[in-house]
């Protein structure tokens, strides 16, 4: 991973992945608590939020963080196998850490802000947005 951090692109990326990840998830956390202070429940916000804030991040990520230019339903759908393993993640540490052992939800999801956007960005940086290596690729 610090070799990694050593490569000037890779460290801007992360810098501004970083970044975008602050503003959009301290307003999704922002609405969150305000939703679950209203009695919906926790894991049911998480996943409502979940989505919406994925489907703002495809674009944020894709051209602010990641400069991706090629198009075609193969990033999209990469970028979406992403999500669906960093909600596996948010969901289950929601599950056992509050549902099993009765941590407060809000300082749970507030870890797994953390947790999730480090998975998502190597997810991001390696398989969604990874410059694809032939024509064949960039046209899928």
Do not use: C, D
């Amino acid at each position: 991973m610090m070799r990694l951090l050593r490569n000037k692109k890779t460290l801007k990326q992360f810098f501004l992945y970083g970044i975008t990840g602050v503003v959009l998830n301290l307003l999704g956390f922002g609405v969150y608590v305000a939703i679950t202070w209203f009695g919906v429940e926790p894991k049911l916000t998480m996943t409502f939020l979940y989505s919406l804030g994925a489907m703002i991040s495809f674009f944020v990520n894709k051209h602010l963080v990641f400069g991706v230019q090629y198009t075609g339903y193969g990033v999209f759908v990469k970028f979406v196998l992403a999500h669906i393993g960093g909600y596996i993640i948010n969901f289950l540490l929601l599950y056992y850490f509050y549902g099993s052992i009765g941590y407060p939800h809000i300082l749970v999801q507030l870890a797994a802000i953390f947790i999730v956007g480090l998975y998502l960005f190597i997810a991001f940086k390696f398989f969604v947005f990874k410059k694809p290596s032939s024509i064949l690729e960039r046209s899928i």
